[in-house]
């Protein structure tokens, strides 16, 4: 029977009983950093949601009761509604403006260096001075914005125009990251195709449509999925920009969790709040997959 | 062998990493004027102070701590201050670790919240003994408004409550009269004042026949779009004799007519008399421009309007909040006070207790910040009641109304969360929606925030 084995059988059960270690050596810090701060406390948050703690004293199991009440919460209602028109609003302008500098920046001229510094220094400024920077810029009297405008629109104290406020002040502070990654992924793409497409009689919107856009494709998935979880959990602009007023014009999820946990100290209902997020986070990631992978099969 | 070394290693940097991970010691909060204090020597008491004050009163607390510490070289009170909402924040967490700090500062209509979840003590045993810290010695409402279910939790340090600024020149210009700094003006008096101060871009008044009211250029008074408007309704509300929350405390008490009522008046400024701004945002800096000739707010502006006066000759001057339903007065009102919190070390105590008496006793310093101090010797004083514009505060501290003490009171009342209180007032006065239905709204969120465990 041994005779009959594969050659290289024996050879492959050896490597699979000696583990490399080195490698996790490597990733330990990472490893380390991930479970005790992101893993670990969201597992903790998971077990929280199933409880009425309040930061103090023993937390009690009340099953499915925070979720319950989650779906008869009209303040919940409102953060949900008002991250979806967030997002919505958002997440456009973010990609299309990131794909649009990119290319801009992408050209060989002049202020091309200052241009892409010009468009990723807003993304490494604290969103907590974003936000007082743009309450000043959206004030309605004196605000640059409606200077600039010649008009007097209440943006951050109008229910009706708050939330456009902090779409600009989100767009204007995020788009460089994406701008990044789609230069990134323009500068993968190899210059030859451009010239092969040139030789071919493409001219230059051709090339975009034919070989940029489907290339970039990658790219833009992944600019899109991260781009529509960073806008869903969007928090320190409304914080620092509005607190979610006037009314509950401009109160997000996110803003809604630090709300009830840290300000009402019910610990379980945030972290019900939290979870539901996580789950929406999920099942679109899950829809965008499906239809990615779909799509490349359309392409290639 | 290598590998095995190797192994060894990882395994070692590892739990290298996670000791180093777990005895990092707890960081005390961030806070913004803490200095970094080096260590007490043997012998000495360390108290460790939090307080949510940011502005220029910080700078008052941090003097009087200092000065403290340099009459009393057996202890040390190190003072951190951070803004209060994430001082609570820091609070819970650290009372949760077990290692509260020894004297925390906050609002009396903040107590019973904390008091519910068991992070602060009773203090009518604690202070029995105290030549200082007894009922006589302070001021009643200030006293009265630090128990929570009949027991004391709180040493009250100063009130505050809403007053009206005006400003002289703007006066002056229109002709009119200033008034006196007590009584309160009644309605008609202060609507008068308010259509004359009303100027459009022809110079004429909101009293004259002609004016434009699309072209203002001075209101007569500010109308507040964040948590002051309902601080204002509160005022408003209680001249009407108002009550809030049930007795108890398990369902709101609104009587809706009279709610509706005092909204309606401060809505009417903004929308039908067109004598305040709407959607206002920067109160004081309206004011100071001469964009409004009055201002409702709080003694703690006093500083900022005495600096102005010095260097651009800003002229001043302050009254009572208006008595505008004519029945007994009454003005939306707070104050600070110091509590000690359960978590912390019982052996400081004492030392706590000793630091707060000098503190009741020493607090003139602190009223430099436009505060009214709560201790009867230090309020009485001359020096004291001579200080520019608190005539009229100091005639409303009797009448000031807190908010009540309930465990929800964030829920309610939160100026930085989409509260009942907050979405009614910005309702009403940025969307002029109709105060009947908001304060409808607001009564049922009120109750079933009330009615939850």
Redesign the interface.
Same mark, same amino acid.
């Given at each position: 029977m041994r005779i009959l084995a594969p050659a290289g059988f024996q050879a492959r059960a050896a490597a699979r009983k000696r583990i490399h270690w080195t490698p996790f050596l490597f990733l330990a810090p990472y490893l380390f950093l991930f479970v005790s701060l992101r893993l670990g406390p969201s597992l903790i948050g998971l077990a929280i949601s199933f409880t009425n703690w309040s930061a103090v004293g023993v937390p009690q199991w009340v099953g499915l009761a925070n979720y319950q009440a989650l779906f008869i919460d009209p303040r919940f209602r409102d953060a949900l509604t008002n991250t979806v028109i967030f997002t919505a609003m958002a997440v456009p302008a973010l990609v299309g403006l990131g794909l649009a500098f990119a290319l801009f920046l992408n050209q060989p001229h002049r202020g091309r260096g200052l241009g892409r510094v010009a468009v990723f220094t807003p993304y490494v400024i604290m969103p907590t001075v974003v936000g007082v920077l743009w309450t000043w810029i959206l004030e309605k009297d004196f605000g640059l914005l409606n200077v600039l405008l010649g008009r007097q629109i209440p943006w951050l104290v109008s229910p009706s125009w708050a939330m456009l406020g902090l779409v600009l002040a989100a767009v204007w502070s995020m788009v460089g990251y994406n701008t990044v990654l789609f230069l990134a992924g323009l500068q993968d793409i190899p210059t030859e195709l451009y010239e092969a497409a040139r030789i071919d009689g493409a001219n230059a919107w051709r090339s975009f449509w034919s070989l940029t856009l489907p290339l970039l494709a990658p790219t833009a998935f992944l600019v899109l999925m991260l781009t529509i979880i960073n806008t869903f959990q969007v928090f320190d602009l409304v914080y620092v920009m509005t607190s979610g007023g006037p009314g509950t014009s401009t109160l997000t999820m996110v803003q809604y969790v630090y709300t009830t946990a840290f300000q009402f100290f019910k610990f379980g209902y945030g972290s019900a709040v939290a979870m539901v997020m996580f789950v929406i986070l999920v099942i679109v990631a899950l829809i965008q997959t499906r239809a990615y992978r779909r799509g490349l099969e359309s392409i290639y | 062998m290598q $590998?095995g070394n *190797? =192994?060894w290693? !990882?395994l070692l %940097?590892?739990v290298v %990493? +996670?000791v180093a991970?777990c005895a990092a010691p707890v960081a005390p909060p961030a806070g913004e004027t803490a200095a970094q204090q080096p260590a007490a020597p043997e012998g000495v008491v360390t108290l460790e102070f939090w307080g949510g004050w940011t502005g220029p009163d910080a700078n008052t607390m941090q003097a009087i701590v200092d000065r403290y510490n340099a009459e009393h070289p057996n202890v040390r009170v190190n003072l951190s201050m951070q803004a209060w !909402?994430p001082l609570f &924040?820091a609070f819970? @967490?650290a009372? !949760?670790a077990g290692s509260a700090p020894d004297i925390l500062a906050m609002h009396p209509q903040e107590l019973a #919240?904390f008091v519910h +979840?068991? %992070?602060i003590l009773p203090l009518d045993e604690i202070v029995a003994n105290s030549e200082v810290i007894k009922p006589e010695n302070y001021l009643e409402n200030a006293w009265e408004g630090n128990k929570v279910d009949g027991k004391l939790y709180g040493v009250p340090l100063d009130l505050h409550m809403h007053g009206l600024y005006y400003n002289k020149a703007a006066f002056e210009k229109a002709g009119v009269a200033v008034p006196p700094s007590t009584p309160p003006v009644n309605r008609n008096e202060f609507m008068e004042m308010a259509k004359r101060l009303t100027i459009d871009a022809n110079g004429k008044s909101a009293a004259e026949e002609g004016f434009d009211a699309n072209n203002i250029v001075q209101y007569a008074i500010n109308a507040h $779009?964040n948590h002051h408007a309902f601080f204002q309704w509160w005022s408003l509300y209680n001249q009407l004799g108002g009550q809030l929350i049930s007795e108890d405390g398990k369902s709101c008490a609104m009587d809706l007519d009279k709610a509706a009522q005092a909204w309606q008046f401060l809505q009417d400024l903004v929308y039908v008399h067109k004598v305040a701004p #709407?959607? #206002? $945002? &920067?109160y004081p800096r309206d004011f100071l421009d001469g964009r409004t000739a009055m201002l409702v707010d709080g003694p703690w502006r006093i500083p900022q309007l005495e600096q102005a006066a010095a260097e651009s000759g800003f002229r001043w001057g302050a009254t009572q909040y208006p008595n505008i339903f004519g029945g007994e007065f009454a003005v939306w009102g707070s104050g600070h006070n110091f509590t000690l919190p359960s978590k912390a070390d019982p052996n400081k105590q004492a030392a706590a207790v000793a630091f707060l008496e000098w503190m009741a006793a020493n607090s003139a310093e602190w009223a430099k910040s436009g505060q009214l101090p709560a201790f009867k010797a230090i309020l009485e004083s001359e020096e004291f009641q001579q200080m520019e514009g608190r005539a009229p505060f100091i005639a409303s501290m009797p009448y000031e109304k807190l908010f009540p003490a309930t465990p929800k009171y964030? /829920?309610i009342f @939160? !100026?930085? @969360?989409?509260t009942p209180m907050? *979405?009614m007032a #910005? =309702?009403i006065m +940025? /969307?002029a929606a109709d105060p009947a239905a908001e304060v409808k709204t607001a009564c049922e969120a009120i109750s079933a925030i009330l009615a939850t465990p």
């Open positions: - | $590998t *190797v =192994r290693m !990882s %940097l590892i %990493l +996670l991970g !909402s &924040d819970i @967490a009372s !949760s #919240q +979840l068991g %992070l $779009t #709407q959607g #206002q $945002t &920067d964030n /829920e @939160a !100026s930085n @969360a989409p907050m *979405v #910005q =309702r +940025l /969307e």
